[in-house]
């Protein structure tokens, strides 16, 4: 192996700005893709034939979901392309595939005017954002946890949550601003094109700002050491099957608790405790305003006392209180009361959401470190996250809502027993094996 000289130490501004550009490109990539469950009551009708509204919200619906199924693709190809190619390269292509998504849907004219080609050409559309939604979450993950340095690395690998949240808050709060601002033919009739729009105006401006971006130390180090080499990522990966069950095994609770305390908690605030929408929507911005900013306080936690005790925070917590607090929320007799129980919740979703980044970042050696995160990650999500909300409401439906209670239970208790075998990443991390002597 060609002796390398050594890296020269990365200031603190110069990470604080490569965290930023990169931040800011995965904040637009989740507002484009929470936006288009946002605003599929207003263009659903756009899309599809005139008829029962129902059904063309299920069409909608089934296109988000085609969507979901796309990220562990995402997560696959553009892991591998991040670990070829470099970090920086794949963050490019994923804010690049979400604004021709987005673009795609704000421009493409409605079913009446060119018939069937508009519900193929939002598919289309969709599962560009998927591909591009799988691929940034393992190739962010690896980027931020690389480009921290060893003290503070679960402190700035935590903005990948507060930028996801403010994604979410952000369709929500253009929804909201845009309600207010045009009437509901307006809205109809070509509103809804509007925050497509901008998501594509956004994800430009992310990818000038990610044209900035630093390569990180342990990518260039290791493509220095190997220039020639083109390893097969794949068969790499599956050389690490303890890390890759961990991966699934830690996600599993984690992605079932959040997407039911983050996605669903507004419908049920609706259909179960009786709720207005407006109510709902308030309720669940206000706390998840709060949450996005424990992210990085939790973050820092880790960072002292090591990764495990902050899982195990989540783990008894969701193991515990899942139960209890949606009863209660069920229960609840006003917004206010609503609004404590959520942040409670949130709460305890933020020991997952704040370090599971870094933590699976940590597993992986750097040449295939993207993918190890990205795919058995994405694979869980399209599995259990996606279809956490059917099942809620599939049981509901058949009146033993409660049951879905329980489900989220034992996925938490699932994860628990992960998190109580596991080795704490902060101690055993393969990046900090990789920290030049510099640092």
């Not at 080609?117 to 598919?123: G, M, N, Q, T, Y």
């Not at 901008?198 to 220095?224: H, I, K, N, P």
């Not at 009786?274 to 880790?302: D, E, H, N, R, Y």
């Not at 489900?407 to 080795?423: E, G, I």
């Amino acid at each position: 192996m060609p002796q390398l000289s050594p890296t020269p130490a990365r200031t603190m501004a110069s990470r604080v700005r490569s965290i930023f550009s990169g931040s800011v490109g995965n904040l637009v990539e989740w507002y484009d893709w929470y936006v288009y469950s946002a605003f599929a009551l207003y263009f659903a009708p756009a899309f599809f034939p005139k008829g029962n509204l129902t059904a063309q919200l299920l069409n909608s619906a089934a296109i988000f979901a085609v969507g979901f199924l796309m990220r562990p693709l995402g997560g696959w190809l553009m892991g591998i392309y991040a670990d070829r190619a470099g970090r920086k390269a794949a963050l490019l292509a994923s804010v690049l595939l979400m604004c021709g998504g987005s673009l795609l849907i704000a421009l493409t004219p409605s079913y009446q005017q060119i018939g069937v080609a508009a519900p193929v050409l939002l598919v289309v559309a969709r599962l560009l954002q998927g591909l591009s939604v799988g691929g940034e979450y393992g190739t962010s993950a690896t980027y931020l946890s690389e480009m921290a340095d060893q003290r503070n690395r679960g402190f700035f690998s935590s903005f990948q949550y507060v930028t996801l949240i403010a994604g979410q808050l952000l369709a929500l709060l253009v929804q909201l601003g845009l309600q207010q601002l045009l009437t509901p033919a307006e809205m109809y009739a070509w509103g809804w094109r509007v925050p497509f729009g901008v998501g594509a105006v956004a994800a430009l401006v992310a990818l000038y700002l990610r044209r900035s971006m630093e390569e990180t130390d342990q990518f260039t180090r290791r493509t220095a050491a190997t220039p020639t080499q083109r390893p097969n990522q794949m068969r790499l990966l599956l050389r690490h099957p303890r890390e890759i069950l961990t991966v699934v095994g830690l996600t599993l609770g984690g992605t079932v608790v959040f997407y039911t305390f983050t996605t669903y908690v507004q419908k049920f605030l609706v259909n179960t405790t009786g709720f207005s929408k407006g109510q709902a929507t308030l309720v669940s911005f206000g706390a998840l305003g709060v949450a996005m900013l424990l992210q990085p306080l939790l973050g820092a936690i880790s960072d002292r006392v090591g990764r495990r005790p902050v899982l195990l925070f989540f783990g008894v917590g969701a193991t515990l209180l899942t139960v209890p607090l949606l009863r209660a929320l069920g229960q609840a007799p006003g917004p206010g009361v609503a609004f404590g129980l959520l942040l409670v919740a949130l709460t305890v979703v933020s020991g997952y959401t704040s370090i599971n980044a870094v933590v699976k970042a940590e597993l992986f050696p750097t040449e295939i470190r993207a993918l190890g995160v990205g795919l058995p990650y994405a694979l869980t999500v399209a599995i259990f996250g996606g279809s956490a909300e059917y099942i809620a409401l599939l049981a509901k439906d058949h009146g033993v809502e409660e049951w879905f209670y329980w489900y989220v239970t034992a996925c938490a208790a699932f994860s628990l027993l992960v998190y109580l075998r596991m080795p704490d990443t902060r101690t055993t991390s393969r990046l900090r094996e990789e920290e030049p002597a510099a640092h």
